[in-house]
């Protein structure tokens, strides 16, 4: 979660219908994650981690919606008017403490298909296997060993 790289730089965000807006400062060169977790394979999320100072949030709080589950580790901030989820906030010791997640398929005027992608297996709470460069397969009883790449 470092933003040093010289390609880090502002990227702005909305969600479909413009209500819920903001602002990140990340570098689109270190790539983006998918995870096959269930939240993650519903919502299509293409996400990154950066640290709450790069974080700015350009629409009023009461705009958003938010979503909390399992283990509560984190919260998924939607618009409450069309429901697009955009960024998350949370704590993991593993990442470094706090961070938000922000979705970069909401990063307004950016090509996605740009980004490098590794995926995670967090719908068998397969962290420890690290990421992939192929996803993870979601099916279940499927074979958890890290795919082919």
Known sequence: MNDTSSTTRPLRGSCHCGALRFQ???????????CNCSVCTKLGDLTSLV??????????????????????????????????????????????????SFNFNTIDDFEINELSVAYWDGRHDNWRAGPASKPWPIAAGADRSPPAT
């Open 51 to 100: 640290k709450p100072e790069a974080f700015e949030l350009l629409s009023p709080e009461a705009e958003l919606g938010v979503y909390e589950w399992g283990t509560k580790t984190a919260k998924r901030y939607f618009c409450k008017a069309c429901g697009t989820h955009c960024f998350g906030r949370g704590y993991l010791a593993e990442v470094g403490g706090d961070y938000v």
């Open 24 to 34: 990140v400062t990340a570098d689109p060169a270190r790539g983006a994650t998918r």
